[in-house]
């Protein structure tokens, strides 16, 4: 599943005609959009990451009670070994290879590439990513725009004028089709509020929890 940043940079770079604007390159109008800004303005956005991460601590948890029985298990053994006959030592090292392998099979299972946490997020987040997409696409045509770049992308960009940037209409747009924060509620972090200066493409935000289980 592509993820979201890398959807929406996709969507942004569409060539879609080249009438009336804020800025220009060779004739042809571009503008920009601030990824971060647009999601933090769709509550369904916020409910899916709130699930996505209650999930992942969830799986985490229960991956890390596996790996501490593990850890138990390990200790309760080099306390009895010297009890313990060749066959109960093996007998007991194989229990103990087997839970471990029970816990990196959890892990796979809730976080591998095509896991469980993998899946939900195409299920939460990919009707949001095509909304989106349709937003952009539709706020380009409808305003003759040959660029739109995306922001919070990574791309290094220098300056960018308030002018020229056109989330508020992909937010208006999106409203047609599911909730979004009404514009004259609508708040910029002090990062996005400063976008008219000079400033660096900052990194994107994932969109998806990272889990933090043991290797």
Request: include cysteine; aromatic fraction near 8%; glycine fraction near 4%.
């Amino acid at each position: 599943m592509k993820t979201l940043k890398s959807l929406l940079l996709a969507a942004v770079m569409i060539c879609c005609g080249t009438i009336g604007s804020y800025a220009q390159i060779g004739g042809q109008k571009f503008a920009y959009v601030d990824s971060d800004y647009i999601l933090s303005n769709i509550p369904e956005y916020a409910d899916a990451q709130e699930e996505l991460n209650a999930l992942s601590t969830r799986w985490e948890n229960e991956i890390k009670a596996v790996y501490d029985r593990v850890s138990e298990m390990y200790r309760r053994y080099q306390t009895e070994m010297v009890l313990l006959s060749e066959d109960q030592k093996h007998a007991r090292e194989q229990e103990i290879i087997n839970k471990e392998q029970e816990a990196k099979t959890l892990q796979m299972q809730y976080f591998g590439s095509e896991g469980q946490l993998y899946q939900k997020q195409a299920e939460l987040i990919q009707p949001i990513q095509e909304k989106i997409y349709t937003a952009i696409t539709e706020v380009a045509q409808t305003k003759g725009y040959a660029f739109i770049f995306d922001l919070a992308s990574g791309t290094s960009i220098l300056y960018a004028s308030d002018k020229a940037d056109v989330s508020d209409d992909v937010l208006d747009q999106l409203s047609n089709v599911m909730q979004t924060v009404r514009r004259e509620d609508r708040k910029r972090s002090n990062a996005a509020s400063n976008s008219g200066s000079s400033t660096k493409g900052s990194n994107a935000k994932s969109a998806s929890p990272t889990p933090k289980t043991k290797k």
